[in-house]
């Protein structure tokens, strides 16, 4: 049974900086593609980054709201992905949701697994 976990979230303020994790399990080794979205109240669920562990070193994709501030990284030991948020933006206030799947994009739609998600709220 695959679980994605995700743990860190919380509150920052504008300019400061979070770092969330991902625990996974249960992942055949064809699904290689680990990502991070988030979702605001009315909006569809926005791709933010995915790493394609896949390669040595594993290929990163950023969407372009936050590339240069934001960081994916894959711990293969833990069987956990990262997300580091840095600068923190108003903007960046969403849920925010670990994914797993087989194709190395940020579509929603093509990935198969999903964690319950966690707030990440960014005040002035």
């Known amino acids: 049974q695959v679980q994605l976990v995700e743990s860190g979230g919380g509150s920052a303020q504008r300019g400061g900086s979070l770092r969330l994790s991902c625990a996974t399990s249960?992942?055949?080794?064809?699904?290689?593609?680990l990502a991070w979205f988030r979702q605001v109240p009315g909006k569809g669920r926005e791709g933010v980054a995915a790493v394609y562990i896949g390669t040595a070193p594993p290929q990163t994709r950023y969407s372009e709201s936050v590339r240069g501030r934001f960081a994916i990284s894959h711990d293969h030991a833990k069987s956990t992905i990262y997300l580091e948020m840095n600068d923190l933006k108003i903007d960046d206030t969403a849920m925010y949701y670990c994914?797993?799947?087989?194709?190395?994009?940020?579509?929603?739609?093509?990935?198969?697994?999903w964690g319950r998600g966690i707030q990440v709220t960014v005040s002035s």
């Open positions: 994914a797993a799947g087989r194709v190395f994009n940020l579509d929603s739609s093509t990935f198969s697994y």
């Open positions: 249960g992942l055949t080794y064809i699904t290689k593609v």
